[in-house]
């Protein structure tokens, strides 16, 4: 653990890629395989569960320290976050542990959950006990699962290259689905990811692992500018960009495996997909879309969401919500890997192996000209999509969002918007840990008849006085914590503080004083939300400081926008 912990400072406290990818080199060359596969996991984005209550840890660390919750609250304030604050009040004295990150991980955190408040305590306690500053900053972010840290996939996988000796690019493939919480690391999955590559004994991969995803850049500009950065449509294909779950059919061993973008295996979860892609010839992969089909056209999102929440897939589900794939490109065919060729080059060959097949393919949009294609992309929402894809003829397809093997633009409609007020704030994370950068917003229950009946609800909120049944009111719809400056989160920060009215842990409530733009790509009903609507990927586009609050929308916009 000590070591982790020591990684875990030296990447948190330098800007330098090199210096981060150095710690981590050194790290993996002096620790054991199953310390270094919960750190590859962790330092990867695996997300620990959350093992012990924010509050049971805030008390016994008052406890320890000996302090009110008054100051461990002004700490707090001051500093921003949890597991910092604790580690700066509990006493110094500890007993050197050399216990190793999975044994503490395994035998120790992970059995906390489910135990006796009295029994978790009493160990929190004595592992507190065993570990220094680093250490117990650490700790208290694994058990209470708000563990992050500065430093990308990428990074991780450079350095396991580096290490290792084998190619970064088989590592990203072997890293794919190593964070899945259903399947532990353990030294078997480490030893695997940096094994010779060499020789058909030492290629140890799972058949049915994917390749990592190319994912595309999003291109806002302006159509009277596009000729000028993208050149001619000749060097294009346009495809349309379906809002579904991204996926990979892996063919492989006479077997088919279904992964999605967040590197989760589905397989399960669409038998359709399966049955489809046992026509394919054996030594094939394709990325595309998993999607709801139904009469000609994509469905919308949320009705693929009834699938992926259900524990079970009953008969009346699979006829009712009809899942299919659309392939739009191939990775490797015959068991060969085609990434590094042209896009056009797989496209032909997508085109050969998809003609024998039942599986769908993606359209290709042929017009002459950018503005033809931004007329047509307005139809976007009526079609079922979000847009276009744009994918240079003469890219590979490469790993994640580098420009250095190719180019992808997602080219996306305009966002639907609507104007909410503020009521709730909460502090974000990393290095945003000391300021409000988590917003919820409100919507009016109905239009106020004009300023002085909006003052009269906030006076009553300012007086924190229940809403009345069918009186005017603002309703909670939509949570969002992107699309802001740092000098405009900071401003913001300001406000919550002197306008704050109640506290509810790491929340607070706040007299409304601003309203906000926020954009989004869908709204669907939602029946767990108090607004009875949910957005999709809402984000703040900007502050309306031209707007008094008595004309930010109400729930009737947001049915009008659901309506369309």
């Given at each position: 653990?000590?070591?982790?912990?020591r990684l875990?400072?030296e990447?948190?406290?330098?800007?330098?890629?090199?210096?981060?990818?150095?710690?981590?080199?050194?790290?993996?060359?002096?620790?054991?395989?199953?310390?270094?596969?919960?750190?590859?996991?962790?330092?990867?984005?695996?997300?620990?569960?959350?093992?012990?209550?924010?509050?049971?840890?805030?008390a016994?660390?008052?406890?320890?320290a000996?302090i009110?919750?008054?100051?461990?609250?002004?700490?707090?304030?001051?500093?921003?976050?949890?597991?910092?604050?604790i580690?700066?009040?509990?006493p110094l004295?500890?007993v050197?542990?050399d216990l190793?990150?999975?044994d503490w991980?395994?035998?120790?955190?992970?059995?906390?959950?489910?135990?006796p408040?009295?029994?978790v305590?009493?160990?929190?306690k004595?592992?507190?006990?065993?570990?220094?500053?680093?250490g117990?900053f650490?700790?208290v972010k694994l058990?209470?699962g708000?563990?992050?840290?500065?430093v990308?996939?990428?990074l991780?996988?450079?350095?396991?290259?580096a290490?290792?000796?084998?190619?970064a690019?088989?590592?990203?493939?072997?890293?794919?689905?190593?964070?899945?919480?259903?399947?532990?690391?353990?030294?078997?999955?480490?030893?695997?990811?940096?094994?010779?590559?060499t020789?058909?004994?030492?290629?140890?991969?799972d058949?049915?692992?994917p390749?990592?995803?190319f994912?595309?850049?999003p291109?806002d500009?302006?159509?009277?500018a596009?000729?000028?950065?993208?050149?001619?449509v000749?060097?294009?294909?346009v495809?349309w960009?379906?809002?579904?779950i991204?996926?990979?059919?892996?063919?492989?061993?006479?077997?088919?495996?279904?992964w999605?973008?967040?590197?989760?295996?589905?397989?399960?979860?669409?038998?359709?997909i399966?049955?489809?892609?046992?026509?394919?010839?054996d030594?094939?992969?394709?990325?595309?879309?998993?999607?709801?089909?139904?009469?000609g056209?994509?469905?919308?999102?949320a009705?693929?969401?009834q699938?992926t929440?259900?524990?079970t897939?009953?008969?009346?589900?699979?006829a009712?919500?009809p899942?299919?794939?659309m392939a739009?490109?191939l990775?490797?065919?015959?068991?060969?890997d085609?990434?590094?060729?042209?896009q056009?080059l797989?496209?032909?060959?997508?085109e050969?192996?998809?003609?024998?097949?039942?599986?769908?393919m993606s359209?290709?949009q042929r017009?002459?000209?950018?503005?033809?294609?931004?007329?047509?992309?307005?139809?976007?929402?009526?079609?079922?999509?979000?847009?276009?894809?744009?994918?240079?003829?003469?890219?590979?397809?490469?790993?994640?969002?580098?420009?250095?093997d190719?180019l992808?633009?997602k080219?996306?409609?305009?966002?639907?918007?609507?104007?909410?007020?503020?009521?709730?704030?909460?502090?974000?994370?990393?290095?945003?840990?000391?300021?409000?950068?988590d917003?919820?917003?409100?919507?009016?229950?109905r239009?106020?008849?004009?300023?002085?009946?909006a003052?009269?609800?906030l006076?009553?909120?300012?007086?924190?006085?229940?809403?009345?049944?069918g009186?005017?009111?603002?309703?909670?719809?939509?949570?969002?914590y992107?699309?802001?400056?740092d000098?405009?989160?900071?401003?913001?920060d300001?406000?919550i503080r002197?306008?704050?009215?109640e506290?509810?842990?790491?929340?607070?409530?706040?007299?409304?004083?601003?309203?906000?733009?926020?954009?989004?790509?869908g709204?669907?009903?939602?029946?767990?939300?108090?607004?009875?609507?949910?957005?999709?990927f809402?984000?703040?586009?900007?502050?309306?400081?031209?707007?008094?609050l008595?004309?930010a929308?109400t729930?009737?916009?947001?049915k009008?926008?659901?309506?369309?």
């Amino acid at each position: 653990m000590k070591h982790f912990a020591r990684l875990f400072t030296e990447i948190d406290s330098t800007t330098s890629t090199n210096a981060k990818v150095e710690a981590l080199q050194r790290y993996f060359a002096r620790t054991a395989a199953q310390d270094a596969a919960w750190a590859v996991y962790f330092l990867s984005g695996g997300k620990p569960r959350q093992v012990v209550k924010t509050a049971t840890l805030r008390a016994l660390a008052c406890e320890v320290a000996g302090i009110a919750d008054w100051l461990f609250e002004e700490s707090y304030q001051a500093v921003g976050d949890l597991a910092e604050t604790i580690a700066h009040i509990l006493p110094l004295e500890s007993v050197d542990s050399d216990l190793g990150l999975a044994d503490w991980v395994e035998n120790r955190l992970l059995p906390l959950r489910g135990l006796p408040e009295d029994e978790v305590a009493q160990r929190v306690k004595s592992y507190w006990h065993e570990l220094d500053a680093q250490g117990r900053f650490l700790l208290v972010k694994l058990v209470g699962g708000g563990f992050r840290v500065g430093v990308s996939k990428l990074l991780v996988q450079r350095a396991l290259a580096a290490w290792s000796g084998v190619d970064a690019k088989r590592i990203a493939q072997r890293m794919m689905g190593y964070t899945d919480a259903k399947s532990p690391p353990s030294a078997i999955k480490y030893e695997a990811l940096v094994a010779d590559g060499t020789g058909a004994r030492a290629d140890i991969l799972d058949a049915g692992q994917p390749y990592p995803f190319f994912l595309a850049h999003p291109l806002d500009t302006p159509l009277e500018a596009l000729e000028a950065r993208l050149g001619p449509v000749a060097d294009w294909q346009v495809e349309w960009k379906y809002d579904g779950i991204r996926g990979q059919v892996v063919k492989r061993a006479g077997q088919v495996w279904l992964w999605s973008r967040g590197e989760e295996l589905v397989t399960e979860r669409f038998p359709e997909i399966v049955a489809l892609a046992q026509t394919l010839p054996d030594g094939t992969v394709l990325d595309g879309e998993i999607l709801v089909w139904g009469e000609g056209a994509p469905a919308p999102f949320a009705l693929l969401q009834q699938r992926t929440g259900r524990k079970t897939l009953g008969r009346k589900m699979l006829a009712e919500v009809p899942v299919t794939f659309m392939a739009y490109d191939l990775l490797e065919l015959g068991g060969q890997d085609l990434r590094e060729q042209t896009q056009q080059l797989r496209r032909q060959k997508l085109e050969q192996v998809l003609a024998a097949t039942p599986l769908k393919m993606s359209p290709i949009q042929r017009l002459a000209s950018w503005p033809a294609y931004a007329t047509l992309r307005a139809e976007s929402r009526a079609r079922g999509v979000e847009g276009f894809m744009l994918k240079r003829l003469d890219a590979a397809y490469g790993t994640g969002r580098s420009k250095a093997d190719g180019l992808w633009w997602k080219w996306k409609v305009e966002p639907m918007t609507i104007d909410g007020v503020l009521i709730y704030a909460q502090a974000g994370h990393g290095r945003r840990a000391s300021l409000y950068t988590d917003y919820t917003f409100a919507v009016w229950s109905r239009a106020p008849q004009d300023a002085a009946e909006a003052a009269a609800v906030l006076d009553a909120i300012a007086r924190r006085e229940a809403a009345q049944a069918g009186a005017l009111q603002l309703v909670a719809f939509a949570k969002a914590y992107s699309g802001l400056t740092d000098e405009e989160f900071k401003r913001i920060d300001s406000v919550i503080r002197k306008t704050t009215l109640e506290k509810f842990g790491p929340v607070r409530s706040v007299r409304p004083t601003l309203v906000f733009e926020l954009g989004f790509e869908g709204i669907n009903r939602s029946p767990r939300h108090k607004s009875g609507m949910a957005l999709r990927f809402p984000r703040m586009l900007r502050i309306r400081d031209d707007k008094p609050l008595h004309e930010a929308n109400t729930l009737e916009d947001l049915k009008l926008l659901l309506n369309s």
